[in-house]
């Protein structure tokens, strides 16, 4: 009998660190699903999609027991039924949260099955692998798991990994040696890699690995591999969603957009697996060589190595073990110049050691820095989201940038209307009395070409008046006066307009320390702020900034 298993796949955006909204949000969604054709037997939600990823110290305040979660996500999707005057059915769901158990913190993933009967849950995957380099600092929050294991659900058998533990192949091994056929893995993966991708298909570098991992994952062990992303920003850093589904021989059955909240529904025929293993027996050679192979795995656990493969000492010194070994042996002893090392030598062409210089090409991405090279429409789609995600965690509508002529707050500009509507972005310019003209020109280009709102505001008697105090100011001291009165200028004007002034700076000024202290970094929204001057060029061409404003 063929047996079949509908799943949605879920990338959805969680309010930072509100676990009852996000609650009431998943359990309408829960809701809408369960009342789908055709109706998912399974939801699953990204890595803690109940909180928000980077809650850092606030994690025991958004932590909870996964028996509470159950009974909060069956009192949330049971109101919503009844909100909307739909039947309560019996449904899944793989969630991501952070967990309190015997008065410790995890990040973890619970299988919970509402809707029939009391709330249960099936299964806690606790995170193993806890990243705690580069932007990630989760080992200083919450504590490692030390498990994997597969478990029973009513239509077969998963596992859950969080995120990290996909990196790791073994955890995949694990699980489908455990006969797990559908892997879930919750993610909250940000984003990164702006360069165009090899493949050509859409998302950034960090995405394209992902789509590597879990096509290995599914394709060497013949299971189903369910990747469930966030989407969203959080403190700067965006998630870019991706969420994708692969069958069990590493083939891509369905792929979330990137930026955007999506809900994957498909179904699949678990009779696949049987069909992939029979004609890749991969996992069936691991599981015989399994036996043999653990030793050498409780081997380098215990840290052995003095440990040798067991080999026979040769004949010729010992005495042949029988009588074909000896005449063997003699004939080789008997003729010790035949002249095969020489004929050897004729018929053999010597190797050539290639020096790395000869080798060819490595790729970009094997161990130097990224290439300067961007996807300028993802950068745009990229940027663009995070403008609007950071204006409606603050809830605003309004933007106020800067126009100074150049080329980074013509870029700025051009992305805020894009993100907001050139109607909600107000462009402001700063002219000293000394400032040059042709600054206000090309601010003005900048200004009619979007159609936004746009005020000059001359700081000139401002910073007069504080220089006529300070006669011997060098040019260094009257530049920083300058520049942290506009910041005045722009904080007050986003008052006066119930906006938030957007920065301005790049990274490249950052890394030269060419800025000034609350003055240009002071904006709290910085969408350039990752971006190298020369990246700001290419977007800007992009974007049909003026070109006299570029060159």
Known sequence: MTRSLTLAVAQLHPRKGDYAWNLARVGD????????????????????????????????????????????????????????????????????????????????????????????????????????????????????????????????????????????????????????????????????????????????????????????????????????????????????????????????????PEWEEAMLVTTLDLGDIGRARADTPLLADLRSAFPHLSRSLDAAERGDRAGRTPFDADDRRTGAADGTRAAAGATRGATPDDGRADSAKGTFPSVRIVEASESIDAPESSGGPPPLAINAPLVEQWLTRFIRDEMTHRGFERAVVGISGGVDSAVTAFLAARALGPERVLGLRMPYRTSSPESLEHAQLVIDALGIDARTLDISGAVDGYLAHEPEADPTRRGNVMARVRMIALFDQSARIRGVPLGTGNKTERLFGYFTWHADDSPPINPLGDLFKTQVWALARHLGVPEVIIS
Request: glycine share 12%.
């Open 29 to 256: 969604l829960i809701a809408r699903l369960a009342g789908a054709e055709p109706r998912p037997q399974v939801v699953h939600l990204p890595e803690t999609v109940m909180s928000g990823y980077f809650v850092e110290g606030g994690v025991r305040d958004v932590a909870v027991t996964a028996g509470a979660l159950a009974t909060d996500l069956d009192g949330s999707y049971r109101a919503a039924c009844s909100a909307s005057g739909s039947p309560v059915r019996a449904i899944d769901v793989v969630a991501g949260f952070y967990e309190r158990w015997r008065g410790t913190l995890y990040n973890a993933a619970a299988y919970v099955r509402l809707g029939d009967g009391d709330p249960q849950v099936l299964h806690v995957h606790r995170k193993a692998f806890l990243p705690t380099y580069g932007l990630f600092d989760e080992e200083r929050f919450v504590e490692r798991g030390h498990e994997v294991r597969a478990f029973d659900t009513p239509w077969g058998r998963a596992a859950i990994l969080i995120c990290e533990d996909a990196w790791h192949s073994l955890s995949g091994t694990i699980a489908a040696l455990d006969d797990a056929e559908v892997i879930f893995i919750s993610s909250a993966a940000p984003a990164r890699g702006i360069h165009p991708r090899d493949d050509g298909m859409p998302g950034p570098a960090t995405v394209a690995r992902w789509e590597r991992l879990v096509r290995d994952i599914a394709e060497e062990h013949g299971v189903f591999v369910s990747l469930s992303n966030l989407v969203g920003s959080e403190g700067g850093k965006v998630f870019a969603g991706c969420s994708a589904l692969l069958g069990p021989h590493g083939d891509l059955r369905v792929r979330g």
